[in-house]
């Protein structure tokens, strides 16, 4: 049986920003649809800060050319799961390969856990699960990423998400 154990949001946080600058991989976000599909990919880029309704605020963004922005635009919520130093290849995996193509939990060895607050499912073996829900969004043409990106075409401009987090979360079996 699994257990959930509540995390401080706050006290996890220089951790999931660690991981999201880390050379070694990123933060695991978990998106859903309302068929009940889902899919994991990785991200390098996001952003913490206060507060919408008294909950913490979670930024992050996914270009349409990702399998899992198609999720996010029909269910607007996700999961970012924190891995480990274990997890770095299951990281690399979920960033390089397409969902398309394959379920990316069982390729990385990731096990599905139900989510307290939100559809896509939290990761057993991530120490920290963040449950957030897509409060606004952003299309492009905006101005919010780099010179670089907005020099791609419009159909491949990220879509920049602001969501509250919901719950922090750790998991074990």
């Known amino acids: 049986m699994t257990e959930r154990h509540t995390l401080d949001f706050w006290e996890s946080a220089p951790e999931v920003l660690h991981r ?5 991989g990123g933060v695991l976000c978990t998106v859903a649809d309302p068929a009940g599909r889902n899919n994991v990919l990785t991200l390098g880029w996001g952003q913490i800060g206060p507060f ?3 909950h913490p605020v ?3 963004a996914v270009t349409p050319l990702r399998y899992s922005w198609q999720f996010l635009e029909a269910l607007a919520e996700f999961v970012i799961a924190v891995p ?9 995996l979920c960033g390089t390969k397409s969902g398309r193509d394959m379920d990316k939990f069982a390729a990385a060895g990731l096990t599905r856990v139900p ?30 990423l780099t010179p670089e990106h907005r020099q791609r ?4 401009q990220h ?4 969501a509250e987090v919901l719950g922090a979360y750790r998991y074990t079996a």
């Open 115 to 144: 989510s307290a607050h939100v559809t896509p499912p939290s990761i057993l073996e991530c120490p920290i699960n963040v449950e957030c829900r897509v409060y606004a969004q952003v299309a492009p043409p905006h101005m919010l």
């Open 58 to 60: 979670f930024s992050i």
């Open 84 to 92: 480990d130093d274990s997890l770095q290849d299951a990281a690399l």
């Open 20 to 24: 999201l600058q880390s050379q070694n």
């Open 159 to 162: 879509t920049i998400y602001f």
């Open 153 to 156: 075409p419009l159909e491949e």
């Open 52 to 54: 919408y309704h008294g």
